[in-house]
C-alpha cells in the first residue's frame, strides 16, 4: 500500500465552526506533512510530525491545531478560519523525515477546504 | 530561500522537447523534482544528489550542477501525459530543522 489518504475530499465550513482533516498511511513512515496550496501556487509546508512529535510548526495560526495519535494517521484540527485560510490542504508522508538527501514525499490527493 | 525555476510555463506539441531550469542563492546538496497535474496530489519524480549525477523517469532526465547551484529537467520527446506543473524542491536549514521548500512551479502543457 503506496497510498496517502486524505478525507475529507471537499470542505465548505462558516467561520464560526470547527472542523477536522485526516489523513492516513501504512507504508510505515515515521515523518508526516501539512502543506498548503494555493491555486496556482507551490504548496507551502504547515507542519511536520516526526516519529509522532511535531518537529516543524512554521508559524501557523493557532486557529489550525495539528495532532498526530500514532505513526499512521495525522489530523488537523480547524477552528475559527477565515476566508483566506480557503486552500487545498495535501498532507504528505516520508520514510525517515529528517535529512533531505535522500529522502521522497508520498502526498495525499488534498482536502479543497472552503471558508465562508 | 526559495529555488528560482525557470520558464514559468511552456507549450508544446507532442512530441517536442523542453528543458525546466531550478536555481538557488544557496549551496545545493540535493534537488528534487515533482509533477502535479490538475486536481491531483504532487508526484514523486526523481532527487538528485550532489555529485553531477544524472537520473532519468520514462523520457524524464534531470542533472544537477551543485557547482552553479542549479539543476535542469529534460523532458524529450514530450507526450500528453507529461502535461503539468513541476516543481523543484531544495532543502533549506532553518532553526536547527531541514525542510523541502519548492519553487514557483512550470507548468507544462503538451498539446497534441
Known amino acids: 500500500d503506496t497510498e496517502v489518504t486524505q478525507t475529507p475530499k471537499h470542505l465548505v465550513m462558516g467561520m464560526t465552526n470547527k472542523k477536522s482533516l485526516k489523513c492516513e498511511q501504512h507504508m510505515g513512515h515515521r515523518a508526516m506533512y501539512w502543506y498548503k496550496q494555493k491555486a496556482k501556487k507551490p504548496p507551502e509546508l504547515m507542519f511536520v510530525y516526526s516519529y509522532e512529535k511535531l518537529s516543524i510548526n512554521e508559524s501557523v495560526p493557532s486557529r489550525f491545531s495539528p495532532e498526530c495519535p500514532n505513526s499512521s494517521l495525522l489530523n488537523l484540527h480547524l477552528h475559527a478560519l477565515q476566508p483566506e485560510d480557503s486552500a487545498l490542504y495535501l498532507c504528505a508522508s516520508s520514510p525517515m523525515g529528517g535529512s533531505w538527501t535522500n529522502e521522497k514525499l508520498f502526498f495525499g490527493s488534498g482536502t479543497q477546504l472552503s471558508v465562508l | 530561500q526559495q529555488p528560482v525555476q525557470s520558464p514559468q510555463a511552456v507549450i508544446l506539441r507532442e512530441g517536442e522537447d523542453a528543458v525546466i531550469n531550478c536555481s538557488s542563492s544557496?549551496?545545493?546538496?540535493?534537488v528534487h523534482w515533482y509533477r502535479q497535474k490538475h486536481g491531483e496530489a504532487p508526484v514523486f519524480l526523481m532527487i538528485l544528489l550532489k555529485g553531477g549525477e544524472q537520473k532519468g523517469h520514462e523520457k524524464i532526465s534531470a542533472s544537477f550542477n551543485e557547482k552553479k547551484q542549479q539543476s535542469s529537467l529534460y523532458l524529450t520527446a514530450s507526450q500528453l501525459s507529461y502535461s503539468g506543473t513541476y516543481f523543484c524542491?531544495?532543502?533549506?536549514?532553518?532553526?536547527?530543522?531541514?525542510?523541502?521548500?519548492f519553487g514557483k512551479g512550470t507548468k507544462l502543457t503538451v498539446n497534441p
Open positions: 524542491g531544495t532543502a533549506l536549514t532553518q532553526g536547527g530543522s531541514e525542510k523541502l521548500v
Open positions: 544557496k549551496a545545493l546538496y540535493s
